[in-house]
């Protein structure tokens, strides 16, 4: 495809987004619609951020709920204490995790041989330390929690689709540095230090100031969604902002979309949070965490990668048996985000079986000649 021709489609995807609230309203759909789509935004800039420092630089990292948790009680706390306006008290929360983050590095990065599980386990020790600060001083939340006014917004747009379009806003953020960091020649040194660090070094790689550029920028952008995170709850309480929720949904996102290419992050969050929302009604969010570790697992031992490498190569195919699935669900009158549901856990089983194929076929034909030879 000609670049001329990708930049149309993606000039397409972007007007067809902002054109979704005007959509919904004329055709007096649900405004639920809205809502799932600000939260697969917030998902795709959570992920991003993660897989700057943990997937480009393969610096496995548990610090995301204290970046993220940073960026909601940095926006909440001005809100609500000195009465900032939402805008600034978003990018002041962007701000608080960028800093935090940066003194992780700072410290870590300094100290060589804090790398691999040492340092997922310090950047869980910083939020675990957050949380409980945020617990304890007053000033902060001192266990009481923060509740946050009614705003108004501009240009006469209701919460849900001020929301919609911040989000949107802030995930194009996320994948438009996700994907230059993945293009410069940043992430050409990243993936370096990822693959061996002492070597990239010894190649001229300067690691130090690369892997604090992808930190720094990971928490201001965990930081950003988070503040506008602290609109859409609406009650911030420490034990729900600190949770390891955010991290692991995060990291098995990254994990099942792929850690390498900037791409990974978009697929895995459409998939887990499509699923995830879905199987999140009453009486089902025990077996939705069951599936998703299930999910989880048959896609990692199948497809190691990550979905993203392999939609280059089974793209359109998988697009089309995912639309098929779509349509069934459909005409068998299931509820259109059900449906969609349906459509892409088909496209995932398609991939992994497909894949899996092409992968047994000449490990069998080997086994055969190797038969057929000791048979003489």
């Known amino acids: 495809m000609s670049e001329l ?10 007007v067809g987004l902002l054109l979704v609230p005007t959509v919904v309203r004329a055709l007096g759909l649900p405004a639920y619609y809205l809502v799932f789509l600000y939260f697969y935004f917030f998902w795709v800039a959570q992920a991003t951020s993660w897989n700057l420092i943990s ?5 496995f990292s548990f610090g995301q709920g204290a970046f993220y948790g940073a960026g909601v009680y940095g926006a909440a706390v001005l809100i609500d204490r000195h009465g900032v306006p939402y805008g600034l008290a978003i990018l002041a929360g962007a701000a608080v995790s960028a800093l935090i983050a940066s003194a992780i590095g700072v410290v870590t990065f ?41 705003l108004s917004y501009p240009f006469g747009l209701s919460d849900v689709e001020f929301l919609y379009y911040a989000g949107l806003g802030v995930g194009l953020v996320a994948v438009a540095m996700g994907w230059w960091t993945y293009r410069n ?12 660090e002492r070597v990239a070094e010894g190649l001229g790689v300067p690691t130090f100031a690369y892997k604090m550029g992808a930190l720094a920028l990971s928490g201001a952008l965990a930081g950003l969604s988070g503040g506008l995170h602290a609109l859409q709850i609406r009650y911030v309480t420490a034990d729900a902002v600190f949770s390891l929720r955010v991290p692991l949904l995060v990291i098995m996102m990254c994990v099942l979309g792929g850690r390498r290419h900037w791409l990974g ?57 995912g639309l098929s699935g779509l349509g069934v669900a459909l005409v068998a009158r299931l ?35 190797e038969v057929e030879a000791a048979r003489g």
Do not use: C
């Open 55 to 59: 997937g480009y630089a393969g610096y």
């Open 185 to 196: 020649r940043h992430g050409w040194g990243l993936r370096a230090i990822h693959d061996d």
């Open 110 to 150: 300094r100290l060589r041989q804090i790398r691999g599980p040492v340092f997922a386990l310090v950047t869980l020790a910083v939020a675990l330390a957050m949380h409980s600060l945020a617990n304890n001083v007053s000033y902060l939340d001192g266990g009481r929690g923060i509740p946050l006014p009614k």
């Open 5 to 14: 021709r990708i930049w149309g489609a993606i000039a397409g995807v972007l």
């Open 265 to 321: 992050p978009l697929v895995g969050a459409g998939v887990i949070h499509a699923l995830n929302d879905r199987l999140s009604g009453p009486g089902l969010s025990s077996l939705s965490e069951v599936l998703m570790g299930l999910l989880l697992m048959v896609v990692v031992a199948a497809l190691p990668e990550g979905i993203s490498s392999h939609l280059r190569q089974r793209g359109m195919a998988a697009g089309l048996v």
């Open 335 to 369: 509820a259109f985000l059900d449906a969609l549901a349906i459509g892409i856990a088909v496209a995932v089983v398609f991939l992994v079986l497909r894949t899996h194929r092409f992968a047994l076929g000449p490990w069998h034909r080997s086994k055969a000649r």
